[in-house]
């Protein structure tokens, strides 16, 4: 059980390095392309309208790349999340599903006897249910921007 979740995190561990390159490698090449389109914008305009027109024009194309950026980030977010969310239900779906655990269940009950579990088992409900409603409560406020 612990060896699938080592792999699981080895995998995501080459999974996050290869992408973080990729990104960067992109991200340079991306500045470096951007910087010389904006240099040969800034010429033309320069020649024609004047210094200040091309200035904004400058300013203009950067702040395009910025929202472009800042939009795949939140898309790649809300991503992640998502399939964060999805693997943390599947995780716990297969937990109880595995036989070795019901089995210990059962051995559980059998060993304590089932009428001195029945107390124990309303208390653990009853907590889970409180930090079910907590973390709940917590995503609510943590969606909100921190600015």
Known sequence: MFQRFIDDFKDSTGTALRLTSLAAAAAIALFVSTSFLCAA???VVLE???PVQACFTGAAIFF??????AISYMVRKRQVRVQAEQAAKSTAHTLL??????????QIVRAI???KLIPLLAVGGLALGLMASRGAAGTSTSEAPAE
Request: glycine content about 12%.
């Open 48 to 50: 024609k309208y004047g």
């Open 113 to 115: 006897g089932i009428k």
């Open 41 to 43: 914008v800034f010429i």
């Open 64 to 69: 395009v790349v910025t929202l472009i950026a």
């Open 97 to 106: 599903a595995d036989p070795m655990l019901v089995a210990a269940g059962i």
